[in-house]
């Protein structure tokens, strides 16, 4: 090999590490009814075109809602969706839409979860309407299918949802350095959350009770700190429990009741 080419190689090398130590990966765009929006619609604004992809780090900051620069900011547009419907979301790297997902290094799961637009995210208003962890079976992560699948995942809104205007809070949990807790110096979980807005038309007359974010996370909590390089043949989703359209069918009562029998 000629000392130029090598030192091209070099070069080469280095310019993907340095792509693969910035690119992290955003919520590109959604995909409603077969069609693939433009990147940013119907969701909340980056943080800017330069830091877009940065992760949330600290899950009791006010940025690990959505990833926006303020917590007031809103999308430009809204976008219908039927309740009971299937739309995808999609994720990139890069502003490009040929670009992975996310770095396979980046293993974790894959959560999303719903809030009515009028509370603007604050108070425990988020409800789970979507998980993907490990597969044991396949050994698989939520982010590996992410990846098979051009950055795509499907998504089904509840049937029975009440018809109106919702957040849909999208998240990726990257696991590769969750071994330790967050601290202001050292690193812990990655949380790539991101909020588009939703019209949902038809459904029914279920809100589900929801949690707060920030503060449904524990910093030391089950699937937040977790090491990926120990064995395991299983990983707890972290939040609440996941809704099911036709779960809650009763008042808030009634549910509460329920869940101490549970418990
Ligand atoms: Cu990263």
Same mark, same amino acid.
């Given at each position: 090999?000629?000392?130029?080419?090598?030192?091209?190689?070099?070069?080469?090398?280095?310019?993907?590490?340095?792509?693969?130590?910035?690119?992290?990966?955003?919520?590109?765009?959604?995909?409603?009814?077969?069609?693939?929006?433009?990147?940013?619609?119907?969701?909340?604004?980056?943080?800017?075109?330069?830091?877009?992809?940065?992760?949330?780090?600290?899950?009791?900051?006010?940025?690990?809602?959505?990833?926006?620069?303020?917590?007031?900011?809103?999308?430009?547009?809204?976008?219908?969706?039927?309740?009971?419907?299937?739309?995808?979301?999609?994720?990139?790297?890069?502003? !490009?839409?040929?670009?992975? #997902? $996310?770095?396979?290094?980046?293993?974790? +799961?894959?959560?999303? %979860?719903?809030? &009515?637009?009028?509370?603007?995210?604050?108070?425990?208003?988020?409800?789970?309407?979507?998980?993907?962890?490990?597969?044991?079976?396949?050994?698989?992560?939520?982010?590996?299918?992410?990846?098979?699948?051009?950055?795509?995942?499907?998504?089904?809104?509840?049937?029975?949802?009440?018809?109106?205007?919702?957040?849909?809070?999208?998240?990726?949990?990257?696991?590769?350095?969750?071994?330790?807790?967050?601290?202001?110096?050292?690193?812990?979980?990655?949380?790539?959350?991101?909020?588009?807005?939703?019209?949902?038309?038809?459904?029914?007359?279920?809100?589900?009770?929801?949690?707060?974010?920030?503060?449904?996370? !524990?910093?030391?909590?089950? #699937? $937040?700190?977790?090491?990926?390089?120990? +064995?395991?043949?299983? %990983?707890?989703? &972290?939040?609440?429990?996941?809704?099911?359209?036709?779960?809650?069918?009763?008042?808030?009562?009634?549910?509460?009741?329920?869940?101490?029998?549970?418990?």
């Amino acid at each position: 090999m000629k000392a130029g080419s090598s030192l091209g190689f070099w070069l080469a090398l280095l310019v993907a590490f340095a792509v693969s130590v910035n690119a992290h990966t955003h919520l590109r765009d959604l995909i409603i009814g077969g069609k693939t929006l433009d990147r940013g619609q119907c969701i909340r604004p980056y943080i800017d075109d330069t830091t877009y992809s940065y992760p949330a780090k600290d899950p009791n900051d006010i940025f690990m809602r959505c990833r926006t620069p303020y917590a007031n900011s809103t999308a430009k547009t809204m976008c219908d969706v039927q309740a009971g419907s299937t739309i995808k979301v999609e994720w990139h790297e890069l502003i !490009d839409p040929t670009s992975r #997902g $996310i770095n396979p290094s980046h293993m974790g +799961p894959c959560v999303a %979860y719903m809030a &009515p637009l009028s509370s603007n995210g604050d108070g425990k208003v988020w409800f789970k309407i979507y998980e993907n962890g490990y597969d044991p079976k396949t050994k698989k992560w939520c982010i590996d299918t992410v990846n098979d699948n051009n950055g795509t995942l499907p998504i089904t809104i509840p049937s029975d949802l009440l018809k109106g205007s919702y957040l849909l809070r999208t998240e990726i949990i990257a696991l590769h350095l969750a071994y330790v807790p967050f601290d202001k110096i050292k690193t812990g979980a990655e949380y790539y959350s991101n909020c588009a807005e939703l019209n949902i038309v038809g459904g029914g007359n279920v809100v589900p009770p929801g949690v707060a974010f920030p503060g449904a996370y !524990d910093i030391n909590g089950k #699937g $937040i700190v977790f090491n990926i390089t120990a +064995p395991f043949d299983s %990983y707890p989703i &972290p939040g609440p429990p996941l809704y099911k359209a036709g779960a809650v069918i009763k008042p808030c009562t009634t549910r509460k009741r329920r869940r101490r029998e549970l418990a």
